[in-house]
């Protein structure tokens, strides 16, 4: 699917549904971009966990499930009750800020990455 499918699609969902065992990030990013509630199960392994992690940065805990039924009743309510998904979203815009314009992980990346170059040298 195109870039432009792809976000259309994103901005026409009510919901997002982070795959169980196997979790998003840049999709998860591109979502939250545009406000969108995720809902998410983190597993054991780091690769279900990313979304987990965006969201609990981001600050907003209430749309991750602790097992495949909480998972799916957060689904449901979100879709079904406009207002618990309107709250959500308003959550998500008024903190994705930090996200999207925290340069502090940036910087942390590129000293990382002059330190291994100077060890190089």
């Known amino acids: 699917m195109d870039l432009h499918r792809f976000f259309g699609l ?9 795959g169980i065992s196997w979790s998003g990030n840049n999709s998860s990013m591109e979502a939250l971009a545009f406000g969108k509630p995720i809902v998410t199960l983190p597993g ?3 690769r279900s966990r990313h979304t987990h992690g965006i969201l609990k940065r981001l600050g907003v805990m209430v749309t991750q499930g602790n ?21 959500v979203m308003r959550m998500i815009n008024e903190r994705k800020s930090v996200l999207y314009e925290d340069e502090a992980p940036v910087r942390g990346l590129e000293r990382a990455l002059e330190a291994m170059v100077a060890r190089e040298l």
């Open 10 to 18: 994103i901005r026409a969902s009510d919901v997002i549904l982070d």
């Open 44 to 46: 054991e392994m780091f």
């Open 67 to 87: 097992d495949v039924a909480e998972y799916v009743a957060i689904a449901v309510r979100l879709g079904r009750d406009i207002g618990f998904r309107s709250a």
